[in-house]
């Protein structure tokens, strides 16, 4: 098999199952891997020749998605570190302890590497944009509206982890703080670094923009369980979808969406497309990876694995860096010690770990981007934000019953829509543990940021007026674009 280097550099590996950010390595011919042919230097000029090398390109925009400094690990690592489910045992500030108690700045390490890391991956997006606009005749004309399709996929994934980390919470004012530069076109040197901050409500209209037009033009489905779980696809473009307007407060918009994938009545199920429904969520996270509840996930492989401080499962569970927050949701008292997701843990000198991700080294966990239990409590939430308390509690009891099957809700619980929205913000604390999202969940509601503490180490309350309530801009990008400060 041979890898080639395309422009920009991205590695390949084709073959029908052996594509994106991938793969399992018997997916493809073993003696091929193993004794690899030279690798080629493609330039520019030539990039778009052929449909392996437009395939490279693909694989590329999944690969960059993947860095160790996006959702290979560090995203991850930093999200839950700033929230308060864990406790920093360490102080390494190569793992994420500025994160935890609240002290990044500009120069710090994940604030420049994060940064140039989703933008990276948005600049490949854009150049197979561009590239298969002026190549239209390479591969057939459906190859290129998906491939199209994919690119504006991960460019709104991208624009949407680093525009709820940079900028102002979308709900304190519509979107009317300044955003992030909206990098739409093809960049191969800095000749067009200089570039204003668009508003918060510009960046997320184009992610719904490229999220509408990606869902339009992805297939229904793929040929194997591993590509519906690791590439994008009609559903993956819609269960985004409800993330976004999620964060937005556009709850009437979450439902729309939701109810293209989630059926009207319990099991729900996607009735099109990939048929996602609920799974065995212990299988999910340690013998099924590619089940129908994974809609998007980070797969690692032996040859292509995030390892080291940028590994989530390394840094939270091998290396014994961050123990489960005892005052955080793993000592609520809701959650029932015969709950299911109650196994993701060990104990080691006299705390909890969280095991979610237990593979041993060189911890070949997939992690998850997107799970149909999140577009069920996005869908739960908008439905109690919107007055539908029935729905939203149908809802919010499949996901804990899945977990939980003699669960039963107090009725104080659920009695009042400030209740149930209050019940599936906890009930989001507890299914999404360890996946990347309480602190946005925090800072999309404008709550603070807890303050936390071991008998060693502590950290600050972030109130939502603190300037460090969101990431600073990194010096980098301050130096270099002299309009991203007008």
Not at 202 to 226: F, G, T
Not at 289 to 295: C, F, G, V
Not at 322 to 328: A, D, Q, R, V
Not at 404 to 425: H, K, Q, R
Request: aromatic residues 10%; charged residues 20%.
């Amino acid at each position: 098999m041979k890898r080639v280097h395309t422009y920009p550099t991205v590695r390949r590996i084709p073959g029908a199952l052996c594509v994106g950010l991938l793969l399992t390595i018997s997916s493809c011919d073993d003696q091929t891997l193993l004794n690899p042919a030279p690798e080629t230097s493609i330039s520019g000029a030539n990039a778009f020749d052929t449909p392996d090398r437009i395939l490279g390109l693909v694989n590329g925009i999944y690969k960059s998605v993947k860095s160790g400094n996006f959702y290979g690990g560090n995203y991850y690592i930093y999200t839950e570190a700033r929230g308060e489910e864990f406790i920093n045992r360490t102080s390494n500030t190569f793992t994420a302890f500025e994160a935890w108690n609240q002290t990044l700045n500009s120069g710090s390490n994940f604030v420049a590497g994060f940064w140039s890391a989703a933008y990276t991956s948005i600049n490949n997006a854009n150049i197979l944009i561009k590239g298969l606009t002026d190549n239209p005749t390479k591969v057939s004309a459906a190859l290129t509206k998906q491939y199209i399709a994919e690119a504006k996929f991960l460019r709104a994934l991208s624009y949407y982890s680093l525009v709820t980390l940079y900028a102002r919470p979308y709900n304190e004012n519509k979107g009317t703080s300044p955003g992030l530069p909206l990098r739409l076109q093809a960049e191969t040197n800095t000749a067009n670094n200089d570039l204003k901050r668009s508003t918060v409500a510009e960046v997320y209209a184009q992610i719904i923009k490229d999220l509408d037009e990606a869902e339009a033009d992805l297939p229904l489905n793929y040929a194997s369980a591993l590509l519906n779980t690791t590439r994008a696809h009609r559903n993956t473009a819609i269960a985004l979808k409800t993330r976004v307007y999620l964060n937005s407060g556009n709850y009437a918009k979450v439902i729309e969406e939701a109810k293209k994938i989630v059926s009207t009545g319990a099991p729900f199920a996607a009735s099109s497309g990939v048929a996602h429904k609920l799974q065995n969520i212990v299988e999910i996270f340690t013998t099924n990876y590619t089940s129908t509840e994974s809609i998007l996930s980070v797969p690692m492989t032996e040859l292509d694995n995030v390892g080291g401080q940028s590994s989530f499962p390394y840094v939270y569970n091998a290396n014994s860096e961050y123990n489960l927050n005892p005052t955080g949701i793993w000592g609520d008292t809701e959650w029932k010690s015969t709950d299911l997701r109650r196994t993701f843990a060990r104990t080691a000198s006299g705390v909890q770990f969280l095991t979610k991700y237990n593979k041993p080294s060189p911890f070949l966990d997939y992690l998850p981007i997107i799970r149909y239990s999140e577009v069920l409590l996005n869908y739960a939430e908008a439905a109690a934000r919107t007055g539908d308390v029935a729905k939203a509690t149908e809802l919010l009891k499949a996901v804990r019953n899945r977990s939980d099957a003699a669960y039963v809700f107090p009725a104080s619980a659920l009695e009042t829509p400030t209740a149930l929205v209050n019940t599936i913000l906890k009930e989001r604390r507890i299914e999404l543990l360890g996946e990347g999202f309480r602190s946005n969940d925090l800072l999309r509601n404008l709550l603070p940021l807890p303050a936390k503490a071991s008998s060693a180490l502590s950290a600050p309350e972030v109130k939502p007026t603190d300037v460090n309530y969101i990431l600073p801009l990194p010096n980098v990008e301050i130096v270099t674009n002299k309009k991203l400060l007008d």
